[in-house]
């Protein structure tokens, strides 16, 4: 049986539901979802999961309302300048996926601020998907490869799995091992598609704001029950 997934990736998703059920508006269950991502960030380092990506604004995103649209954008930068001490406090070297020239500049200049700050930390590796679409990634590196292609860079002979790696936002990423998506909702959305080939899914009716650090444990307890075979037999795993 496995032991602990190295690479953890959650698609946080009720935040809108949430507050709703309350009678509050949307934001505020993003708000709520915000704390929740300091709480499980701060659990993954005490489980010691090398690398944790959460799905915080998809490409599809935009399609909110405005309003939604721009207190998501500023509740991320309040979040990266409010946790840049804890994130630095706990060794963990942010990242970030995604088209991010697009992004609003003051969330750009924020996040690079802190992705470089903590570039040389050597705890866990925190990466957030924003402006993240991975259909839209595997375009991206077909186009760059063409390029190289095109230009004699690369020979068409040559293309394999790790070109195709080696072009992608994730590329600095290994496999998920594990995907957590909340709020009952059962699919992908785009997200990580060619890092999730052999990931384990795991699917809870929890919404984001309600996740706890015990329903992360009862994530990682259920992976270490799968059998992971990637393609081959339970025979061939064990001898
Ligand atoms: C999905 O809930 C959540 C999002 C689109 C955004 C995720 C953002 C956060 C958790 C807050 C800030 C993030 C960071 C990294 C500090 P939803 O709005 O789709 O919920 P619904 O499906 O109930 O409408």
Redesign the pocket.
Same mark, same amino acid.
């Given at each position: 049986m496995n032991t602990q997934p190295k690479h953890v990736a959650i698609?946080?998703?009720?935040?809108?539901?949430?507050?709703?059920k309350l009678g509050k508006k *949307?934001v505020v269950?993003?708000?709520r979802?915000?704390k929740?991502?300091?709480e499980i960030v701060e659990e993954a380092v005490r489980h010691q999961i090398e690398y944790l990506t959460?799905?915080?604004?998809?490409k599809e995103?935009w399609n *909110?309302p405005k309003d939604?649209v721009n207190i998501?954008m500023k509740?991320?930068v309040s &979040?990266?300048k409010k946790?840049f001490r804890r994130l630095t406090e706990n060794n963990i070297k942010l990242c970030a996926v995604g088209d991010l020239n697009t992004l609003p500049e003051l969330v750009k200049e924020e996040l690079l601020f802190v992705i470089e700050k903590t570039k040389n930390n050597s705890g866990m590796v925190l990466t957030?998907a924003l402006n993240y679409g991975g259909k839209e990634e595997i375009v991206a590196a077909v186009k760059a490869i063409s390029i190289k292609v095109k230009n004699s860079i690369i020979s068409p002979e040559k293309v394999d799995e790790s070109t195709i790696n080696e072009h992608l936002y994730t590329r600095n990423l290994p496999p998920v091992d594990l995907l957590i998506r909340t &709020?009952g909702?059962e699919r992908i959305s785009n997200f990580l598609l060619w890092h999730i080939a052999y990931a384990e899914l795991y699917f809870t009716k929890t919404?984001?704001?309600d996740f706890t650090k015990e329903d992360l444990q009862k994530a990682l307890l259920n992976y270490g029950k799968r059998e992971r075979r990637f393609g081959k037999t339970s025979e061939q795993l064990t001898f």
């Open positions: 698609i946080m998703d009720g935040n809108g539901r949430w507050a709703q *949307r269950g993003h708000s979802g915000a929740t991502v300091r959460l799905f915080a604004f998809s995103n *909110r939604e998501l509740l991320l &979040s990266l946790e957030l &709020s909702e919404l984001w704001p």
